[in-house]
T-cell receptor
Framework: GAVVSQHPSRVICKSGTSVKIECRSLDFQATTMFWYRQFPKQSLMLMATSNEGSKATYEQGVEKDKFLINHASLTLSTLTVTSAHPEDSSFYIC????????????FGPGTRLTVT | AQKITQTQPGMFVQEKEAVTLDCTYDTSDQSYGLFWYKQPSSGEMIFLIYQGSYDEQNATEGRYSLNFQKARKSANLVISASQLGDSAMYFCAMREGEDFNKFYFGSGTKLNVKP
């Protein structure tokens, strides 16, 4: 149980376009979802926390207007990178928690974004 | 200050031997949680082991054990009987307090298991 999927797994887009990444909890209801960013050979950095039905909470330094997060249901959160630039190229990973997990968060497999 | 410090960017270990991956943390909270994750080249984060700050016993999960030394603020991961499939990046992480939005990862250790 506790499977989180991400779609797409890889995406290449042109500079200036927007791209949407989906994060789904497949067999549980995710009260909270998290979005992380990982540059090559670096650690994961938390970008934002989203709770179902409310606005996302962004970490310091993360542009809200550039990285739009929507947590419309208990099983789906989306991250939209707007007007993407090459410096947005990165590995984006989501994770999800439920009310019944005491300490766990379940990670998705990640989405590799390349902006050309 | 870094919340999580992993001082070993890369480690080599011979197959079937044990290896210790170092992790130190910094927090003033009394309640916190420590985690280790494995990230193979495919990218997914695989949860390995968890230690709560109030847990008196060191956590163990199969071949993984966490050497928790609270006074030293260290939470080293010990992998016994290394296998070739253990080759991956390993991240130490901390949840500060009870909020998962205060979740910090270390810089990682690349473990290579030699046959």
């Amino acid at each position: 149980g506790a499977v989180v999927s991400q779609h797409p797994s890889r995406v290449i887009c042109k500079s200036g376009t927007s791209v949407k990444i989906e994060c789904r909890s497949l067999d549980f209801q995710a009260t909270t979802m998290f979005w992380y960013r990982q540059f090559p050979k670096q650690s994961l950095m938390l970008m934002a926390t989203s709770n179902e039905g409310s606005k996302a909470t962004y970490e310091q330094g993360v542009e809200k207007d550039k990285f739009l997060i929507n947590h419309a249901s208990l099983t789906l959160s989306t991250l939209t990178v707007t007007s993407a630039h090459p410096e947005d190229s990165s590995f984006y990973i989501c994770s999800a928690r439920t009310s019944w997990t005491t300490y766990e968060q379940y990670f998705g497999p990640g989405t590799r974004l390349t902006v050309t | 200050a870094q919340k999580i410090t992993q001082t070993q960017p890369g480690m080599f270990v011979q197959e079937k031997e044990a290896v210790t991956l170092d992790c130190t943390y910094d927090t003033s909270d009394q309640s916190y949680g420590l985690f280790w994750y494995k990230q193979p080249s495919s990218g997914e984060m695989i949860f390995l082991i968890y230690q709560g700050s109030y847990d008196e016993q060191n956590a163990t999960e199969g071949r993984y054990s966490l050497n928790f030394q609270k006074a030293r603020k260290s939470a080293n991961l010990v992998i016994s009987a290394s296998q070739l499939g253990d080759s991956a990046m390993y991240f130490c992480a901390m949840r500060e307090g009870e909020d998962f939005n205060k979740f910090y990862f270390g810089s990682g250790t690349k473990l290579n298991v030699k046959p």
